[in-house]
């Protein structure tokens, strides 16, 4: 018998994926330090560049980190682009979509040294025309505003949906069913923004679900763009039931018979 498996062997795989770039990233960063966890964050460079702030509805001042401070801070996660002003994109033209995108992504590959292959729709408007925008700048994935309330991993990475936006009643059940679940390639990937866990009162809720989550040895904390690479490098793969070919250029993981079981990149494992 043949199941697929992350890197390392791991059957699970968890991710937060969180927009914005605003202050309380700092301490929700420093969180996912504490507890060898990996996380997304989608930012806006031309919001940051003017440090904008605005008032939450609980009469609290949200504010977008300062350019200067956001590479060291996000090192070891991964940044993706969440267009460049945050715009209602349903009011925009092709042209202005394709330039908050692709000027984001500039700006951030420019800052950060390094290639933006995510992108985050900023509210709960997507589109045809916007996926193809994504497209054609050339991110490898789109993460949407809506919920799969699923650990399956999405199929479409064009139409990404994290499996949910921090729940405020059903956390501790969600992670509990997480950690029980035998699903193949199962993962739990919580989107939000930081600032509310400052205006819910979340941060314990967090830090308890970090603490589970890192406790568990079957659990591989990962960045969005890595799992979105590893479950398309896992699909070019071709499993037969005595037979496994890796057609792509990274390892793939499996567990055969009862034993983990690494198949090198453009490598094959028969019995």
Known sequence: MISKLYPGGKPKAFNVTFDDGVLQDVRFVNLLNKYNLKGTFNLN???????????????????????????????????????????????????????????????????????????????????????????????????????????????????????????????DEIVQRFIKTGEELALLQIGGHSYDLDAEYMWDNFENVFLKISSQNDVLPMTTIEIVEYLQAMEKSEITENCIKNNSDISLWFLIDGSVCEVKPYGNYCK
Not at 52 to 80: C, M, Q
Not at 95 to 119: A, P, Q, V
């Open 45 to 171: 460079s031309g919001l940051m560049e003017s440090e904008f702030e605005w008032t939450h509805k609980n009469g609290s001042t949200v504010k977008r980190i300062a350019k200067d401070k956001v590479v060291p801070l996000y090192n070891g996660h991964e940044v993706a682009s969440h267009t460049l002003t945050h715009p209602y994109m349903d009011e925009l033209s092709e042209s202005e979509i394709m330039y908050e995108l692709k000027t984001d992504k500039d700006k951030l590959e420019k800052l950060f040294d390094r290639e933006i292959k995510g992108f985050a729709v900023p509210f709960h408007y997507y589109s045809e025309l916007i996926e193809n925008c994504v497209k054609k700048c050339g991110f490898t994935y789109a993460r949407i505003s809506e919920e799969s309330h699923s650990f399956t991993p999405q199929k479409d990475c064009y139409k990404w949906k994290a499996t949910l936006f921090h729940p405020r009643n059903s956390f």
